[in-house]
C-alpha cells in the first residue's frame, strides 16, 4: 500500500480514482464538498436533503461516476458533528470508509481527511496507515485457497494547510512503521507451534538482523542456559523435543553507544500444554499463542530499526516449549534460579514466570534504563479487565505511568494494576523461597509479585497481555497488541 500526502485543498482537481468524502450533521459541509456540489449542479445538497448521503457517523454512500463533468466515483462517509470530530470518531470513519473501499474494489483514492480539524491532523496521519493494515490483514500461508490481495493500492491524503504537511508526512510513515511492526508481529504469532518453536523464533531474529545493520542478534541455546544457571527457564523445556532458545536483539541507536538501554522481555511459549499440570482441552490450541510476548519483541525491534531511534534498545524473545514427559519438571520440585532464588513448583502451568524470572535476571548485565516483560502471563487478568485493557504492573510508578500514557495515545488501551507488599505474602514457601504460584485470588497481582523479587535492581514494569494478544472465535487471530503501546513509549525517550 502507498500512502502519500498532498498539499491541497481542493478535491475536485485531483485525478484519483475515487474521491473520498466526510459529510456532517452540521448545515454547513467543508470546502470540498461544496466545491463538488457546484461542480454537480447541486446534486450533493439534493442527495444529503433527501437523507440519501448522511451525517451519521460511519454511513456511506458510494457513487460511480455519476456526470460527465466528474469522471471520479465517490464515496460520501458520515462524520457526524463537526464540533465532536475527535480521534475515536475519526477511527470509526477511516474503518468504514475503507471497508467500503475494499468492497467496491476501487484501486486509489484521494481523500480530504486532514483538513477537517488540524488539532487532530497529525493522529490521524498516524492511525489511518495502521487501520488500513488491519482490515487488509490476512493470515493464509496454509490455505490452499488464498484470498485475494485487496485491490486498493494507492491513497493520497490532501492537507491544505502548508505548515502541517511536513510533520503530517513523519506522522504517516511513523504510522506505517507502525502498522508493518503489528502485522510481522501477527504472523509470528499465527504461526503454528509445529511450525513456531523456539529456534523458529531464533531464525526469524536472524533474519531481522541480516536486513538491519543497526541490530545485532545473538541466540543462546540449552547449554549456553545451562552455563548461566538459568535452571527454572530449563525446567520448562525440559518435556520438550524442541530445544529452548533465548534470542536477544540488540539495537545500538543512541550516539553514545555505552547508553544505558531499554530492555524488552518477551514471554516465547510457543506451546503451553500446562505439563505435568495439564490443562483441560478445550481450547488449549489457542495455547500456541503464548508466545505473543516474544512476538510483540519482534514486532517492536523491527519498528525501532526502521525508525531509526537515538536510542539504545534490547529486546529478548525467551523462547520454549511447555510440554508433558517422563522428562518434564514436576509439581513439588524445587528449582534454583539464576539468582540464586529458590522456587517451589506448586503448578506447571505456571511456567512463563519461570523461564522469565531468569531472563529478567539475565538482562541485568546491560545495566538497563527500563525493563519490560510482555507476557501472556494469566488466565486472571482476562477476568480483571475482559479483552479490551493490557494490565500493566511495575516497581517504579512514572514507569508504569508513562506507559499508560504511551497506551492511551496509541489507542492501545492499558490498566494498571496495584502491586503493594500486602499480595507478597501469598507467595511465601514451606520449603523454599517462593512458589510458583499463589492461589486464585488476585492471580494476575500475585504473578507480578513473583517477578518482582527477581527485578529489584532496576526500574521494571510488567504488561499481562492473556486478555489483548489475541482473539477466540470466528475470528480467531493474534492481534499485534501492544506492539503499538510499546513503540509509542520508546519514541517519547
Ligand atoms: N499461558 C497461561 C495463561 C493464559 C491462560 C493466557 C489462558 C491466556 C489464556 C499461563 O501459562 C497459565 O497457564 N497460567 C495459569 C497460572 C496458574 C496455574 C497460577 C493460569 O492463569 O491459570
Ligand atoms: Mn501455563
Ligand atoms: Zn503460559
Redo the contacts with the bound molecule.
Sequence with gaps: MEFQIKNSATITKQKSECFVLPIFLDKNQIDSVKELDLATNGLISQMIKSGEISGEIGHTTFLYSCSTQLKQKLLFVGCGKLKAFDLKQSKKVIQAAVKELLAKKVKEISWDILNINSSITLQIAKQLPQIVAQLTYRFDDYKSKKSPLASLTKITLLCGDKKLVKQANEALSQGNIIAQAISATKTIANMPSNVCNASYLAEQGKKLGKQHASLKVTCLGEKELAKLNMNAYLAVGRGSQNESIMTVIEYHGAKDKKAQPYVLVGKG?TF?S?GI?I?PSAGMD??K??MCGAATVYGVMQAVAQLNLPINVVGIMAGCE?MPDGNAYRPGDILTTMSGITVEVI?T????RLVLCDALTYVDRYQPKTVIDIA???????VALGHHYTGVMGNNDKLVEQLITASNSAGDKAWALPIDDDFQDQINSTCADIV???GRDG?TIT?ACFLSRFTEKYQWAHLDI??TAWQSGANKGATGRPVAMLIEYLLAQ
Excluded at 501472556?376 to 482476562?382: E, F, K, M, S, Y
Design positions: 511459549l503451553d500446562g499440570s490443562k489457542e495455547m499463542y503464548d511447555n503448578n502451568d505456571a511456567e512463563g501472556t502471563l494469566t488466565g486472571a487478568c482476562i510458583n504460584a499463589g492471580g504473578a492473556a486478555g
